[in-house]
């Protein structure tokens, strides 16, 4: 495979580092429920969004309304349980697993796009699979509950982006970006009101905004590299170094070290969804999908 280093690659390489350093502040305010960090986070991208869309002219809502409400509502949910799972994992495992997201994609597209997965696929997915079972039964500090919940937001991220995809080309970056939190801020202010908990101190209203400021930032340099004319599989293998990074936070942050069977369950996972985007780039140069 021949790897090109463009503008989509350097922006996925970044956006990865940027997203799992605002996931290692998530991890560090545990006291603020997950659905009340995502408004916090929501709240400042509606915002900057705002006023980047005004100094560039564009038009604030879109073509196509109803694809940018559902990459908005799918954003949303999965947020929140993507949060709820990097507050109560392991980080470097909840980076894992939400990094299954390829996969859901797949079938995704195999349920409503009628494109079958070939045997392969599927091999690929058992392998990712058997790799959640090494994590979860090999590593104590992983409750079912939010391993469930890590689970839930990676089909939720893989709506979004399957929605992301469908917008190549059609929508500015940043108006794809303004609709996660116009969709957001009510459904989490709401949500929020029920169980609001007032951040207390400098440092906890530091770290929102600083949820806030690297989301706004990771997601614009994200929309921007799926929607770059790199190859498409390189661009998505980036994301992966995340799980690098979120290792070595975890480690030297909260202590977070693994056995031997917990890595090689991650390693099945991660391996599962590259084997499967490398398979189905190939396909897709051969006309076979």
Known sequence: MNIKVGSGVKQMLLAALV?????LIVKAIPQIPPQEVVFFRALISL??????????????????QKMLLLRGFFGTISLVLVFASFQNLPLATAVVLQNLAPLFTALFAMLFLKQPLKPLQFLFLGISIIGVVFIKGFDPRV????LTIALLGAI???????VIGKLKGKEHPVVVVFYFPFVAVPITGIWSYFDWVMPEGIEIWGALLSIGVLSQIGQILLTKAYQSDDDALTV???NYTSVIYGALYGMYFFGEFFTMEVIIGMFLVISGTLLNLVYKHNL???GAV
């Open 156 to 162: 939720g991220s893989a709506a979004a982006y399957t």
């Open 284 to 286: 897709n140069k051969k």
């Open 47 to 64: 915002v900057l969004s705002y006023i980047t869309l005004k100094k560039a002219g564009v038009y604030l809502w879109g073509n196509n």
């Open 143 to 146: 409750d079912p509950v939010f």
């Open 236 to 238: 998505s293998s980036m």
């Open 19 to 23: 997203m799992t350093t605002m996931q």
